[in-house]
């Protein structure tokens, strides 16, 4: 490893791809020195605790997660937008992703549950701006609070993720994600009304 940034991001690499292929249950410090090809020494340099290290993969697991999400709302057509976001679901789901959001959310360390509980609040907010931009390309705005139609997809997506991990059958659950969004849609008034 070249540099200090590079040292500590290979670990949080590291982190990640254990709580990835693992889904349930947190990696130990040697686990993740083992998969980081260093010593865990250089692990406990760069994190003084597992709790830190889990709070940093958690913020860095949260930022990519919000990119993502962004982007997916920038499709071309409403459709699209919704169709990628149902993508991501699925990717998260094939990648490891969501199980290594509902091992983190079942972590009790106070770090790592302030760290969930900040990056869960980002992403109802991504939701949210995400959903008030492809409303307001069909001219519509909600006639509820914005947030609330983010913590409302918030929970959609989580719980399809959680649905989707005990075999729920993915077909069903995306007729159930439209329906989703045509509540999302009822939820609305013409822009112009106002």
């Not at 302030?114 to 109802?124: D, G, L």
Request: proline share 2%.
């Amino acid at each position: 490893m070249t540099s200090r940034q590079d040292a500590r991001g290979a670990i949080l690499s590291a982190a990640e791809r254990l709580l990835r292929k693992r889904g349930v249950g947190i990696p130990t410090l040697e686990a993740v020195a083992r998969e980081a090809s260093c010593a865990k020494g250089l692990v406990n340099y760069h994190f003084s605790s597992k709790r830190d290290l889990l709070a940093a993969v958690v913020e860095r697991m949260g930022d990519e997660r919000a990119l993502r999400w962004s982007e997916a709302f920038t499709a071309p057509s409403a459709e699209a937008a919704i169709r990628a976001t149902w993508d991501l679901i699925l990717a998260e789901r094939r990648d490891g992703r969501s199980a290594a959001w509902a091992a983190l959310r079942a972590e009790v360390a106070k770090e790592t549950v302030q760290a969930v509980n900040s990056q869960t609040v980002r992403f109802a907010t991504t939701l949210s701006d995400g959903a008030l931009k492809l409303l307001k390309a069909l001219g519509l705005e909600p006639a509820v609070a914005a947030a609330e139609l983010g913590w409302y997809l918030a929970a959609v997506v989580q719980g399809t993720e959680v649905l989707l991990s005990v075999g729920a059958a993915a077909t069903e659950l995306e007729g159930a994600y439209a329906a989703a969004w045509l509540g999302i849609l009822s939820l609305t008034r013409s822009a112009q009304s106002r």
